[in-house]
């Protein structure tokens, strides 16, 4: 089974920066997409960026020019600048996969707290 285990989140200034990685192992299926999903309370869970293999990342408009979604063969980056409190919510590195693309995975979640 493919598994996610994310890093980096914390509690920032806003207008400061945070690096989330995320690493997948186990069997790793070609093509795959992996990407980061945020989810803040009382919200339902969003798409940040994705990046499929070989593929270059896209992004949701609210943070096109402020993250960088950048992967390494089976580990994924989100370089976050300039954070607003807005973009305070748990994280979630995600990964799709397999035949039709029937396989997705969840990392455990990383709480990015943006306070003012």
């Known amino acids: 089974q493919v598994q996610l285990v994310e890093s980096g989140g914390g509690v920032v200034q806003a207008g400061g920066s945070l690096r989330l990685s995320c690493t997948a192992s186990?069997?790793?299926?070609?093509?795959?997409?992996m990407g980061w999903y945020r989810q803040a309370p009382g919200e339902v869970r969003t798409l940040v960026a994705e990046?499929?293999?070989?593929?270059s990342p896209n992004y949701a408009d609210s943070v096109k020019a402020r993250f960088t979604c950048t992967r390494d063969k089976d580990t994924l980056y989100l370089q976050m600048n300039m954070l607003k409190a807005e973009d305070t919510a748990v994280y979630y590195c995600?990964?799709?996969?397999?035949?039709?693309?029937?396989?997705?995975?969840w990392g455990q979640g990383s709480l990015v707290a943006v306070f003012s």
């Open positions: 990046v499929s293999s070989g593929s």
């Open positions: 995600s990964y799709i996969g397999g035949a039709y693309r029937s396989l997705a995975v």
């Open positions: 186990g069997i790793i299926f070609s093509p795959n997409t």
